[in-house]
């Protein structure tokens, strides 16, 4: 036998070098190939990854003829594997693989690095080249196509515009967060966003380059966003990202729904407290005007103190219903309340919770802080007429000008008594004068 292939080799030495017919070289006549087959045992692959697809060649054999002699199949020597680059699967760095030397009716398996686009569709066709020698003077190159699905798989990346909720009509102050949930580092990240060219633009740098996010660890990166004034109520920023993860590349395509409405600014105004110095144990009342200076309605506007020790709201009412405050426009807005017998007289800040709806019906907030004094509280009159001021001294009778309790009480009855009396006397005069 092997005096047999020396004198073949001999033969074939002899011949002229050539092609017989793409994919094959040596001197001609070629022998035809050896059979075979290229398989695989994944379904499916991942998006936006590289995947290691182990790629099967069994060589099944087949008769040569090689001048006179015939040859019954023949060895596969250094076969080589490689993807051809498509649309959505492509090589990359150090992609061929060798899956050895395959004798007849055996095979070999070899694991072929494929980065698979994250915008592949639910099939994708992968084109894999395979060379080798035969009868070690002659080589084939050839193709197989195998299909395969595909299925998004966890990525140790993600990456998110914040907020989620953008103003319309305005810059908007944003973060593009990057999150590495991943037990190993993520270098060399290049981000790319878009939006819809009738809703949003991307006023920061593209694309937002990091060199590196350590595992387990959070990124911001500081963005600005400007929504066009009649933006949609929701649209998507288009995120994608690419980046090594120790070990390959890795790509991250996903859409993110944002969020628009217009502009809210409810801004309080012309304070009011009555009476001026409320005392312990008396009703006052808190009125202002709120302005919205936004762009947009601000819808079912209520407002309720919060809770404060010394103070509650009056009749236990939780809130006062103020309606709707549109772009540009005021509306005045008053607050009852009680302080209790054991407020004790001093400066106080009652808080006010203002709550109303935005453009996409969202519950939103804010707050106004309003400084009243209470005053020293003052008894009624007593039957001799004096004024009864209550201190920590004892009981003593005297009348406290300033006072905005009994004293302004006081004045406004000696100010009704003067009416009736000087009434009284000119009818009087009148009447004597007849």
């Not at 037990?183 to 981000?191: C, E, F, Q, R, Y």
């Not at 807005?333 to 969202?362: D, E, F, H, M």
Request: aromatic share 8%; with cysteine; net charge positive.
């Amino acid at each position: 036998m092997r005096r047999m292939h020396i004198a073949i080799a001999m033969v074939l030495m002899m011949l002229p070098v050539g092609a017989a017919f793409a994919g094959l070289s040596g001197p001609t006549p070629i022998p035809n190939p050896p059979n075979f087959y290229v398989t695989s045992s994944l379904t499916s692959v991942c998006k936006g990854q590289i995947n290691y697809v182990p790629i099967t060649v069994q060589n099944t054999g087949g008769s040569s003829t090689v001048g006179t002699q015939s040859l019954s199949g023949a060895v596969m020597d250094n076969v080589q594997l490689n993807v051809i680059d498509s649309k959505t699967a492509f090589a990359i760095k150090n992609s061929t693989v060798g899956a050895g030397n395959i004798n007849v009716t055996m095979n070999s398996t070899a694991y072929v690095p494929v980065f698979v686009a994250s915008n592949a569709s639910t099939l994708v066709s992968m084109q894999f080249g395979i060379t080798y020698y035969y009868l070690s003077i002659y080589s084939d190159s050839e193709s197989r196509n195998l299909t395969f699905g595909t299925r998004v798989c966890e990525q140790p990346l993600s990456v998110s515009v914040n907020p989620a909720e953008l103003i319309s009509g305005t810059i908007n102050n944003a973060t593009l967060s990057f999150v590495n949930s991943g037990p190993t580092p993520l270098n060399s990240i290049s981000t790319t966003v878009a939006f819809p060219t009738t809703d949003a633009s991307w006023l920061s740098a593209l694309p937002v380059s990091i060199a590196s996010v350590p595992a387990q660890s959070t990124m911001n990166v500081p963005a600005r966003i400007y929504v066009y004034k009649n933006a949609s109520q929701s649209f998507y920023a288009n995120i994608t990202s690419t980046f090594y993860n120790g070990t390959g590349l890795g790509q991250l395509s996903t859409s993110q729904s944002v969020l628009a409405s217009g502009g809210i600014s409810l801004t309080p105004s012309s304070y009011t407290i009555s009476p001026q110095q409320p005392t312990p144990g008396s009703t006052f009342s808190i009125s202002f005007v709120l302005t919205d200076i936004g762009t947009s309605t601000a819808g079912a506007v209520t407002v309720a103190p919060v809770a404060v020790d010394g103070f509650a709201a009056f009749g236990g009412a939780n809130s006062v219903f103020v309606g709707d405050i549109s772009a540009d426009s005021q509306i005045p807005v008053t607050v009852t309340l009680v302080a209790s017998n054991a407020t004790k007289p001093g400066s106080y800040t009652i808080p006010l919770k203002v709550n109303y709806l935005n453009g996409l019906r969202q519950n939103r907030s804010t707050e106004v802080n309003v400084p009243i004094t209470v005053a020293r509280q003052f008894a009624a009159l007593p039957a001799g007429g004096a004024t009864q001021i209550v201190t920590r001294n004892g009981t003593a009778y005297a009348y406290r000008s300033g006072s905005s309790g009994g004293g302004a009480l006081i004045i406004v009855i000696l100010a009704v008594a003067t009416i009736v009396l000087a009434y009284l006397y000119v009818r009087e005069r009148r009447r004597k004068s007849r």
